[in-house]
């Protein structure tokens, strides 16, 4: 081992610098997935009904998300492609139109949670119908999506961010008001169950953290950031920067979502009505004070309105990575918008199809992660880049675990056991 060789081993790991500062950015779009309204549904329901029962399901889900979200942006740093694009070139023709079904089928349930979250955002600030609240959700994102597509990724970025902080503070500000008990959070951490339902809501909140368009968008956001890079320092050093992009990112997400589950397992267990989000937010302003409740329900509009248009940029990802085809982003905008205005006019409880759209979310994971351990982990791929043995026994398991808690949920689900 040369002497520079060793000097590089002993050298202590630096934080960023301010240079690498700026180089930070894709991760915290991909972080505005894990806290969308769909978090918030299934989040709150799950601290009203259980208590602190299912914090275990939170952390383990925010280490997974860290790795695999890591994973995503080292293939699109490595390779120059994003997943979907690695898919499509792999995929025979029947297989790909089948995956693109399915990840289609997930971007939907995507847009139905978030749109329907702005809509209720609106209905608590406003007063507006669910409906009419769904349209300029739909609206404002096509803003957004503009802004993407005229001013480029970093100004998005900026706008994306800003968003991410006013949903921070929006969904934290009630933890300052309110009692934790913290004997019983620690005994949260502990994982187990408590019948079919249980299963069901910790899927729900899986499917809402671990989110599989998040994976998918990713190795874009990374590309298109950086470009392909070959091998050398220059990749190692991206490859770095990206490790604490998307730490320091999941880290504040996973902060606001185990928040939303301590407010309402210290708050809100017990009231009635509180597995709603109305009836959350009507229980916050009963119990903290109207204006905590304004800050919650803005929180809530720019989770919605953030949400949205980065699935919509990642069901666009998708489509021209597996069919080859790339539509403008506001005609995506508006087509996949229909599902969630329907399910808005048919009057369907907003609360329960925000949990429901998570769990078919969770259902779509395994299609993402799979493949992703195993490109990553692939010599010729990769390079040296490829993942360490630890990563991808790690990153199975975690495919593992996901798969196995979905195969539990149909079973209950199905013969109605718990």
């Known amino acids: 081992m040369s002497t520079r060789t060793r000097e590089l081993a002993h050298r202590p790991r630096r934080r960023p610098s301010g240079r690498s500062i700026a180089l930070l950015g894709p991760a915290f779009v991909a972080a505005i997935a894990y806290v969308d309204p769909g978090n918030v549904a299934a989040n709150l329901t799950a601290g009203a009904r259980y208590g602190y029962l299912l914090i275990w ?24 492609k994003s ?25 939907i349930a995507t847009d139905v949670a978030e749109v329907i979250g702005g809509a209720i955002a609106l209905n608590l600030l406003f007063n507006v119908p669910l409906f009419v609240g769904g349209l300029i959700t739909g609206c404002v994102s096509m803003v957004i999506l503009m802004i993407q597509s005229r001013r480029g990724q970093r100004t998005f970025e900026f706008v994306v961010i800003g968003l991410l902080a006013i949903i921070t503070i929006g969904f934290l500000t009630g933890l300052a008001f309110t009692d934790i008990s913290g004997a019983d959070a620690v005994a949260g951490l502990v994982p187990r169950f408590d019948g079919t339902e249980t299963v069901l809501l910790a899927a729900s909140m899986l499917g809402a953290t671990v989110m599989p368009h998040a994976i998918y968008l990713h190795s874009a956001l990374a590309r298109d950031r950086h470009g392909h890079i070959e091998p050398g320092p220059r990749l190692q050093r991206l490859l770095k920067i990206t490790r604490w992009d998307v730490v320091i990112a999941l880290i504040i997400a996973g902060t606001v979502n185990i928040g939303m589950l301590l407010l ?54 998708i489509m021209h990575g597996l069919l080859a085809v790339r539509i403008p982003v506001i005609t995506r905008r508006i087509v996949t918008l229909i599902p969630a205005l329907i399910v808005l006019g048919l009057g369907v409880d907003p609360t329960l199809a925000l949990v429901l759209s998570q769990v078919v979310l969770s259902l779509c994971i395994p299609f993402a992660i799979i493949p992703l351990v195993r490109m990553t982990s692939d010599r010729e791929l990769m390079g040296d880049a490829r993942n360490a043995p630890l990563t991808t026994v790690a990153a199975w398991l975690a495919a593992g675990l996901i798969v196995t808690l979905n195969v539990a949920l149909l079973y209950l689900t199905v013969t109605g056991t718990g």
């Open 264 to 317: 309402a397992a210290s708050a809100l267990r017990g009231v009635p009505g509180t597995d709603t989000i109305d009836g959350a937010h009507a229980a916050i302003e009963n119990s903290l004070g109207p204006g905590v409740a304004v800050v919650f329900a803005i929180g809530l509009l720019a989770s919605g309105l953030a949400s949205t248009s980065v699935g919509c940029a990642a069901g666009a990802e």
């Open 83 to 107: 997943l979907p694009e690695m898919l499509g070139q792999r995929l025979r023709k029947n297989n790909r139109r089948a995956f693109w079904l399915q990840a289609e089928t997930m971007a």
């Open 57 to 80: 399901v939170l952390v383990l889900a925010n280490a997974m998300a860290v790795l695999v979200q890591y994973l995503s942006a080292k293939l699109g740093l490595v390779s120059g």
